[in-house]
């Protein structure tokens, strides 16, 4: 007697455990800016995100591993590595422009904002060490890839850099001026003049690196 044959098991289910893993971090960023990290439970970042807590759990552990992978997730889509790509064959005044084009747009795009916020209410309510992973991931990653850009450069002989990590710091501070701070406090009373003269501190302050670092 002939027997039908079972239907071949699928494999395993990757790619909606990725849909799920997505979600749960679509729904944790939204969470976290909206109410902050301390007001975020494992319970209502599942519910956002349609999934058990169990879940959750599954695919970032805790609370903190879950905070982290947002962070994470979220400068590397605004800021991949390779907006820090150095060219030889470009004119560095290009590349530092482009850079800090991008990088002061995305600081300070309000939904940017609200996430700094949130984690300025939880570290005023005695939890720093969520600020201390947004450092890691945020400014202390981007800031480690624009010393590696600044040491090319030098060593293409585009640059006379005598501390490239220092300057590294000055570049991004000389490219924001108060901008985000501004933005962050509420102080930009029209968005369209506030948008002209953000582009223009980060064009001012690439001529002023440029004027104290290229070579003599």
């Not at 098991?9 to 800016?33: H, N, S, T, W, Y």
């Not at 605004?78 to 995305?106: C, F, G, N, S, W």
């Not at 939904?111 to 992973?133: E, H, M, W």
Request: charged share 25%.
């Amino acid at each position: 007697m002939s027997t039908i044959p079972l239907t071949k098991p699928q494999g395993p289910g990757r790619p909606k455990d990725m849909e799920k893993r997505a979600a749960i971090l679509e729904a944790a960023k939204a969470l976290f800016v909206r109410n902050a990290f301390a007001g975020t439970s494992m319970d209502a970042v599942a519910a956002e995100a349609g999934v058990s807590k169990l879940t959750v759990y599954s695919h970032f552990g805790d609370k903190d591993n879950l905070f982290r992978e947002v962070i994470r997730a979220q400068i590397q889509d605004l800021m991949p590595e390779d907006t820090y790509q150095y060219d030889p064959d470009v004119e560095i005044r290009a590349t530092l422009e482009r850079i800090a084009l991008h990088h002061v747009k995305l600081d300070c795009d309000v939904q940017n904002v609200g996430t700094f916020r949130a984690i300025l209410s939880d570290c005023r309510q005695g939890n720093p060490r969520y600020g201390k992973l947004l450092w890691e991931e945020g400014p202390d990653r981007t800031h480690g890839l624009m010393k590696r850009l600044l040491q090319q450069a030098v060593d293409a002989g585009q640059l006379d850099i005598p501390n490239t990590a220092r300057a590294a710091g000055q570049f991004i501070s000389l490219i924001k001026g108060e901008m985000l701070l501004r933005r962050m406090f509420g102080c930009e009373e029209c968005a369209q003049s506030y948008a002209a003269e953000l582009e223009q501190t980060a064009r001012d302050g690439v001529d002023m690196f440029l004027r104290a670092y290229s070579p003599r």
